[in-house]
């Protein structure tokens, strides 16, 4: 049979995702072992997730970030040049993550070396020394990063948007400043990593996981003496700014920076997939309307998006681009029409049904490497969900209808409420 390659084959909505799960068992010290055996590659992650380790659970700014950048700058037999050439000696990665919720440290190796980079994390969490020397370097390092991205529209803004939408005193709200940096002393690092480290631990391991790394895990994380989970108290209300429009007026520059949202909720909320949709239509993707207007009609912006950022207590909703300082309103102008236009008039069935094939198969090739499973996994157990998430994710995709989507906008997307920030100018 010859194939007519100018008849495109037939399309068929994506029903069901087979996520491979994580399956759960504990160290020798009660440390919750999280193990997804998956690809064919002999490769591992190995991920330490401190889960009382977060900004949010940080007495002092910066506590959080340089406590966990510190790990890897020395232990009581390493400096943070042997640390960098172990790591190196073995083609592993080293990443350390400190978050607002929690915190990771993960390392990213050939398989035959498990027990080696293991041994290794072991080592820096339970002997950092966080040499006198090391920090003094990393704050240098850390406020010329800051100074350098200050000057940077993109950055302020979106800086602006979190301190409007939560508050400067919400962990959500707040970011490090110059000053913050150089009110870290060592000490504060120190009271952190006793403080917060050793309370709940979780480990996952994914990719070639054979009995041997199992072990190997136990034998140096499932040792380590763990403190008592403590009482985390909740954490504090967010407060929204009033006021809709926020500019912070840079004479000099060109070109004005777009923010504007609204919060929204967390994963748990019932409306959150149907939101989701609403998005990908608005923002979400490069043949969104959003792009389609401002980007290739108006010719105004290189680039628009909008997204769902979601956190363990709270959510928001962002949209956010650049543009000639002459054309900020306009642009404002027309986002507020896009959403008005899905608000009030249904989505045609070409463009529903395009989104839903978009998403699907988004879902579908995030689960395709085992450190992609991984992450799946923390995105529903660190927020209180199961795997049945992805299935009633998918569900509602197929099955959103564009009434739905006009309701779902005109309820979350109130355009009295979003708030607006500029940085540059109207003109």
Same mark, same amino acid.
């Given at each position: 049979?010859? %194939?007519?390659?100018?008849?495109? !084959?037939?399309?068929?909505?994506?029903?069901?995702?087979? #996520?491979?799960?994580?399956?759960?068992?504990?160290?020798?010290?009660?440390?919750? %072992?999280?193990?997804?055996?998956?690809?064919?590659?002999?490769?591992?992650?190995?991920?330490?997730?401190?889960?009382?380790?977060?900004?949010?659970?940080?007495?002092? !700014?910066?506590?959080?970030?340089?406590? #966990?950048?510190?790990?890897?700058?020395?232990? /009581?037999?390493?400096?943070?040049?042997?640390? &960098?050439?172990?790591?190196? $000696?073995?083609?592993?990665? %080293?990443?350390?993550?400190?978050?607002?919720?929690?915190?990771?440290?993960?390392?990213?190796?050939?398989?035959?070396?498990?027990?080696?980079?293991?041994?290794?994390?072991?080592?820096?969490?339970?002997?950092?020394?966080?040499?006198?020397?090391?920090?003094?370097?990393?704050?240098?390092i850390q406020q010329q990063r800051l100074k350098i991205s200050n000057e940077k529209s993109s950055v302020v803004a979106s800086k602006k948007m979190k301190s409007v939408l939560f508050g400067d005193a919400h962990p959500?709200?707040?970011?490090?400043?110059?000053?913050?940096?150089?009110?870290?002393?060592?000490?504060?690092?120190?009271?952190?990593?006793?403080?917060?480290?050793?309370?709940?631990?979780?480990? @996952?391991?994914?990719?070639?996981?054979?009995?041997?790394?199992?072990?190997?895990?136990?034998?140096?994380?499932?040792? @380590?003496?763990?403190?008592?989970?403590?009482?985390?108290?909740?954490?504090?209300?967010?407060?929204?700014? &009033?006021?809709?429009?926020?500019?912070?007026?840079? !004479?000099? &520059?060109?070109?004005?920076?777009?923010?504007?949202?609204?919060?929204?909720?967390?994963?748990?909320? !019932?409306?959150?997939?149907?939101?989701?949709?609403?998005?990908?239509?608005?923002?979400?993707?490069?043949?969104?309307?959003?792009?389609?207007?401002?980007?290739?009609?108006?010719?105004?912006?290189?680039?628009?998006?909008?997204?769902?950022?979601?956190?363990?207590?709270?959510?928001?909703?962002?949209?956010?681009?650049?543009?000639?300082?002459?054309?900020?309103?306009?642009?404002?102008?027309? @986002?507020?029409?896009?959403?008005?236009e899905i608000q009030t008039k249904p989505v045609s069935e070409v463009e529903l049904n395009t989104i839903k094939n978009y998403m699907a198969g988004r879902l579908l090739s995030s689960v395709d490497t085992s450190f992609?499973?991984?992450?799946?996994?923390?995105?529903?157990?660190?927020?209180?969900?199961?795997?049945?998430?992805? $299935?009633?994710? %998918?569900?509602?995709?197929?099955?959103?209808?564009?009434?739905?989507?006009?309701?779902? /906008? &005109?309820?979350?997307?109130? @355009?009295?409420?979003? $708030?607006?920030?500029?940085?540059?100018?109207?003109?």
């Amino acid at each position: 049979m010859i %194939l007519d390659r100018t008849i495109a !084959p037939a399309s068929l909505p994506v029903q069901e995702v087979n #996520i491979i799960e994580a399956q759960t068992q504990y160290l020798d010290n009660g440390i919750p %072992l999280h193990i997804i055996r998956a690809g064919k590659q002999p490769v591992l992650g190995i991920e330490l997730v401190f889960r009382h380790a977060g900004v949010k659970h940080e007495t002092k !700014p910066g506590a959080c970030f340089f406590t #966990i950048k510190m790990l890897a700058e020395g232990t /009581a037999t390493k400096s943070a040049y042997d640390i &960098s050439e172990y790591v190196d $000696k073995f083609g592993a990665f %080293l990443q350390l993550s400190p978050g607002v919720d929690y915190t990771t440290v993960a390392v990213y190796c050939l398989s035959k070396y498990a027990n080696e980079l293991i041994g290794l994390l072991q080592e820096i969490i339970t002997q950092a020394s966080f040499p006198q020397e090391e920090l003094d370097k990393l704050k240098t390092i850390q406020q010329q990063r800051l100074k350098i991205s200050n000057e940077k529209s993109s950055v302020v803004a979106s800086k602006k948007m979190k301190s409007v939408l939560f508050g400067d005193a919400h962990p959500y709200g707040l970011s490090l400043d110059e000053e913050d940096v150089s009110h870290i002393i060592r000490e504060d690092l120190l009271s952190f990593y006793h403080n917060n480290l050793f309370s709940q631990l979780e480990v @996952i391991i994914s990719g070639d996981v054979s009995q041997n790394v199992t072990d190997a895990v136990n034998g140096h994380l499932g040792q @380590i003496s763990m403190q008592s989970k403590p009482q985390v108290q909740p954490t504090s209300a967010y407060h929204t700014a &009033s006021g809709k429009r926020h500019l912070i007026t840079k !004479p000099d &520059s060109l070109q004005s920076s777009i923010r504007m949202g609204i919060p929204t909720f967390t994963k748990q909320h !019932p409306d959150y997939s149907s939101l989701s949709v609403v998005n990908t239509l608005l923002g979400g993707y490069f043949g969104s309307r959003l792009m389609r207007n401002i980007r290739e009609e108006k010719g105004l912006t290189y680039g628009i998006s909008s997204a769902l950022i979601t956190q363990q207590e709270a959510g928001y909703f962002l949209i956010g681009t650049d543009v000639k300082k002459e054309f900020t309103q306009l642009a404002i102008d027309e @986002i507020y029409k896009e959403i008005e236009e899905i608000q009030t008039k249904p989505v045609s069935e070409v463009e529903l049904n395009t989104i839903k094939n978009y998403m699907a198969g988004r879902l579908l090739s995030s689960v395709d490497t085992s450190f992609a499973l991984a992450e799946k996994f923390k995105n529903v157990y660190l927020y209180g969900l199961s795997y049945d998430f992805y $299935k009633k994710h %998918l569900a509602i995709i197929n099955s959103i209808e564009a009434t739905s989507i006009q309701q779902i /906008a &005109s309820q979350y997307f109130i @355009i009295k409420d979003i $708030k607006e920030i500029v940085v540059g100018g109207y003109e």
